[in-house]
């Protein structure tokens, strides 16, 4: 269910609660036992949240096995400035890897904290009329709108890591994970600034993303997005609705 946390189609803004993605594939899983005349009884309802809990149990046993890449960990443990811009423009770093220094770091004394961030411009906001008017009487100018967010919106993913005053900082946007019209030569990418950018204060670069366009200058890191598949969660998703469709329509 969480093989695929930071996919592209808007998941990563989940993973700041893994109590929220639990609740997520619940509330689809009840939906799709109401659509098909099952009442969800406070039975039901807890046998659905103990399937998801054991599914996030069983990966965060599986992620803490595979620790942190060698490259992350080269990276973190970079000193001097140069060499580690150097060092940033020769490397790969995958989503998945991202993930593990997220979930294991821990394991080399690091602690960290992240956020999820969505700038849309006013005019480009749903209203209610929107939603009540424009989708019944014309649905093509809603979904022109709905084109139009996805479009000029801004999205920043941050994550910080930290270990006494040493600090490490990784940014993106949705757009810059793109493999189209990307505005980076070499692709998708992400950008990387830490401790030893002495111009920055920790608390400077946190702060930076709460407004839609800031100053903090990093160095750039290719990165390899997640395979376009169908996320895990949706087929585990699937096949618990169906078992339990079969199993409550029969009792």
């Not at 808007?10 to 929220?20: N, R």
């Not at 509330?27 to 949240?49: F, H, R, S």
């Not at 399937?51 to 069983?58: R, T």
């Not at 946007?173 to 019209?181: C, G, L, P, Q, V």
Request: with cysteine; aromatic share 12%.
């Amino acid at each position: 269910m969480v093989g695929n946390p930071l996919c592209k189609d808007g998941a990563i803004t989940l993973t700041k609660s893994i109590e929220g993605i639990i609740q997520m594939f619940s509330d689809m899983t009840k939906a799709t036992l109401q659509a098909n005349g099952i009442e969800v009884t406070p039975i039901i309802e807890q046998e659905i949240l103990q399937y998801f809990k054991k599914q996030v149990e069983e990966y965060d046993v599986q992620f803490s096995k595979e620790g942190i890449p060698s490259k992350l960990q080269d990276l973190l443990n970079q000193t001097k400035k140069s060499k580690l811009k150097a060092y940033c423009s020769r490397i790969t770093i995958s989503e998945e890897e991202l993930v593990l220094l997220v979930h294991n770091c821990s394991q080399i004394g690091y602690t960290h904290q992240s956020k999820f961030l969505e700038y849309v411009p006013e005019n480009r906001r749903l209203s209610k009329i929107d939603r009540t008017v424009l989708i019944k009487n014309e649905p093509k100018k809603f979904f022109n709108k709905v084109r139009s967010i996805f479009n000029e919106r801004k999205n920043y993913i941050v994550h910080l890591f930290e270990k006494g005053q040493i600090w490490h900082c990784f940014y993106y946007t949705y757009h810059e994970m793109e493999e189209r019209n990307n505005q980076f030569k070499l692709g998708p990418h992400l950008h990387f600034v830490n401790y030893l950018w002495t111009e920055y204060s920790k608390n400077q670069v946190w702060k930076a993303f709460d407004m839609r366009e800031h100053d903090i200058k990093g160095a750039h890191i290719r990165l390899q997005p997640f395979p376009e598949y169908e996320s895990e969660g949706n087929y585990e998703f699937r096949e618990l609705a169906t078992e339990l469709i079969t199993k409550y329509k029969k009792s």
